[in-house]
């Protein structure tokens, strides 16, 4: 079956490094999204990742395991406005370029 | 640029009424449009996917009379939610992946703001 797996929620302390792990099942693969949504607002693109390895963009990261169906975002230096929710989205191999999406990481960064 | 536009950005009416959504492209051309619905602390759920010039495909479980998709040009696609009641009250957010560029496989979908739909 498809299975995009993510945690429902982490905290951690402004200026803190925080990792949101994400582990996918699909039925075929044809890169790695991760997306930023704040309460009410429609996502926003963080990275992609479609070979194995690390991508770094700024204070963001992403990495990407294939044979492992495992990837992570990687936040640094947190800001508080951080604080929202990390969707991980698997592409399929459909012509259209489907996204299946996790259920979202709720990021929480306090003072 | 890959500036994806939606609206009306809230509805509030009554349940058996009809709600038009809109979604453009505003800055370049997308083939095709994608329809999600999220619930609130859920994930996006896809409904369909717009083909400009030809019919939607809906994921199993959507009602495609119910959730009516035309994609008129390559700039617009809208979803027609008709007779709305309670049940269909969601946040309703598009998407587009930007066409033409080098670059394509790697580009990601850009979404529009969405519509936050409530029906009494």
């Known amino acids: 079956g498809q299975n995009i797996d993510q945690p429902t929620e982490m905290t951690a302390t402004e200026g803190a490094i925080v990792q949101i792990n994400c582990t996918y099942q699909?039925?075929?693969?044809?890169?790695l999204f991760w997306y930023q949504q704040h309460a009410g607002e429609a996502p926003t693109f963080l990275s992609y990742?479609?070979?194995?390895g690390l991508e770094e963009k700024g204070r963001f990261s992403s990495f990407l395991s294939r044979s492992k169906g495992y990837s992570y975002l990687l936040l640094k230096e947190l800001q508080m406005k951080d604080s929202a929710s990390y969707l991980c989205a698997v592409r399929s191999t459909d012509s259209w370029g489907k996204l299946q999406f996790g259920a979202g990481t709720q990021v929480v960064v306090t003072p | 640029g890959a500036v994806v536009s939606q609206h009306p950005s809230w509805v509030i009416c009554k349940s058996g009424t009809s709600v038009k959504i809109e979604c453009r492209s505003l800055d370049f051309q997308a083939t095709t449009m994608f329809w999600y619905r999220q619930f609130p602390k859920q994930s996006l759920m896809l409904m369909a996917t717009s083909n400009e010039g030809s019919k939607a495909t809906y994921e199993q479980g959507v009602e495609k009379d119910k959730f009516l998709i035309n994609h008129a040009s390559l700039t617009l696609s809208t979803l027609t939610v008709t007779s709305a009641h309670p049940e269909d009250s969601s946040f309703y957010i598009c998407?587009?992946?930007?066409?033409?560029?080098?670059?394509?496989?790697?580009?990601?979908?850009?979404f529009g703001d969405g519509t936050r739909l409530s029906i009494l």
């Open positions: 998407s587009a992946r930007e066409l033409g560029r080098p670059d394509y496989s790697n580009q990601p979908q850009h």
């Open positions: 990742n479609v070979l194995d």
């Open positions: 699909t039925s075929g693969f044809n890169g």
